[in-house]
Nanobody, 122 residues
Framework: QVQLVESGGGLVQPGGSLRLSCAAS????????MGWYCQAPGKQRELVAT???????NYADSVKGRFTISRDNAKNTVYLQMNSLKPEDTAVYYC????????????????WGQGTQVTVSS
């Protein structure tokens, strides 16, 4: 059983910072792309940032220059450093990873975390 467990959400004032973490566990053969998505009330889930196993990154235009995604391949963990937070960043943030489980090496699939709430408010 493969699981993604997120941590690090919370309430922060505008201009503040938060760091999200997401650890993948279970019988994992390899992890390709890892990423973060967010979903605000009444809106669809959307991409925030992704990072490949080689370290190539991709960001939504709305977070470029403010958010930084990184990963520790030895720990199967992805991070999202969020700086200069704005009220419009308020959302549930979900971790995503494309994983080849040991039980199905030839069939990678996407896994999702349970989500962590980020609220930016004064």
């Amino acid at each position: 059983q493969v699981q993604l467990v997120e941590s690090g959400g919370g309430l922060v004032q505008p201009g503040g910072s938060l760091r999200l973490s997401c650890a993948a566990s279970g019988r994992i053969f390899s992890i390709n792309v890892m990423g973060w998505y967010c979903q605000a009330p009444g809106k669809q889930r959307e991409l925030v940032a992704t990072i490949t196993s080689g370290g190539s990154t991709n960001y939504a235009d709305s977070v470029k220059g403010r958010f930084t995604i990184s990963r520790d391949n030895a720990k199967n963990t992805v991070y999202l450093q969020m700086n200069s937070l704005k009220p419009e960043d308020t959302a549930v943030y979900y971790c995503n990873a494309n994983i080849r489980p040991i039980t199905s090496v030839l069939t990678p699939r996407d896994y999702w975390g349970q989500g962590t709430q980020v609220t930016v408010s004064s």
